[in-house]
């Protein structure tokens, strides 16, 4: 009984027409010819980003280990 379920003509119709969406999205969709640039305020250090004295210390917000 659940093999002819499963092998409806609707079912296959179905299978058949999502395939088509997801080929016409997939070909439908534009490729970025060419990231935008990051300016940088000193060579090698990209603006907008934090300066290495105001990164936080990771390890201050986890609690102490317990011996």
Not at 23 to 47: D, Y
Request: hydrophobic share 45%; charged share 10%.
């Amino acid at each position: 009984m659940m093999s002819q379920v499963c092998n409806t003509p609707l079912r296959k119709i179905l299978l058949v027409l999502a395939c088509i969406a997801i080929t016409v999205g997939c070909a439908s969709f534009e490729r970025q010819s060419k990231p935008a640039t990051v300016p940088e305020i000193h060579p090698g250090i990209l603006a907008g980003y934090l300066q290495p004295e105001a990164l936080p210390n990771s390890l201050a917000h986890h609690p102490p280990l317990a011996p």
